[in-house]
Nanobody, 126 residues
Framework: QGQLVESGGGSVQAGGSLRLSCATS????????MGWFRQAPGKEREAVAM???????FYADSVKGRFAISQDNTKNILSLHMNSLKPEDTAMYYC????????????????????WGRGTQVTVSS
C-alpha cells in the first residue's frame, strides 16, 4: 500500500473554483483505481470521481459537468478541478487509491481496499 496527502482545500463563494491535489507514493496495483470522496457533517461518505490507470473516468451525478479528475503519472499527483461550486459541495474531501478488482473501478471496492489520505476541507458559502 501507498501513502496519499491531499492539499488545495479552502473557502470559496458559490460559483467559484478550487483545485485539489493528492500527492501519492507507493504501489497501488498494476491496474489501479484512484478517486476522490467527500463527507459532509452528519452525512455518509460518497464517491465524487474516480479514474482508472487507463484514464477512464467516473463521476457522481451531482458533480458531472462541474468537476474534473485527472492524474499526472510522471509526478504521481491526482487532481480534482472543481468549478461552479455550490454550498452543498461543502465537505471534507479525501483521495483514495487501490487495485481495480472488477472490470471497472468500483467505489465500494475502492472504499474497502484502498489507501486513504487524511482529507482537505472545502467550504462553499452562499
Amino acid at each position: 500500500q501507498g501513502q496519499l496527502v491531499e492539499s488545495g482545500g479552502g473557502s470559496v463563494q458559490a460559483g467559484g473554483s478550487l483545485r485539489l491535489s493528492c500527492a501519492t507514493s507507493g504501489y497501488f496495483g498494476s491496474t489501479r483505481c484512484m478517486g476522490w470522496f467527500r463527507q459532509a457533517p452528519g452525512k455518509e461518505r460518497e464517491a465524487v470521481a474516480m479514474i482508472e490507470s487507463n484514464g477512464k473516468t467516473f463521476y457522481a451525478d451531482s458533480v458531472k459537468g462541474r468537476f474534473a479528475i485527472s492524474q499526472d503519472n510522471t509526478k504521481n499527483i491526482l487532481s480534482l478541478h472543481m468549478n461552479s461550486l455550490k454550498p452543498e459541495d461543502t465537505a471534507m474531501y479525501y483521495c483514495a487509491a487501490g487495485p481495480r478488482i472488477g472490470a471497472t473501478c468500483s467505489a465500494p471496492d475502492l472504499s474497502r481496499l484502498g489507501s486513504w489520505g487524511r482529507g482537505t476541507q472545502v467550504t462553499v458559502s452562499s
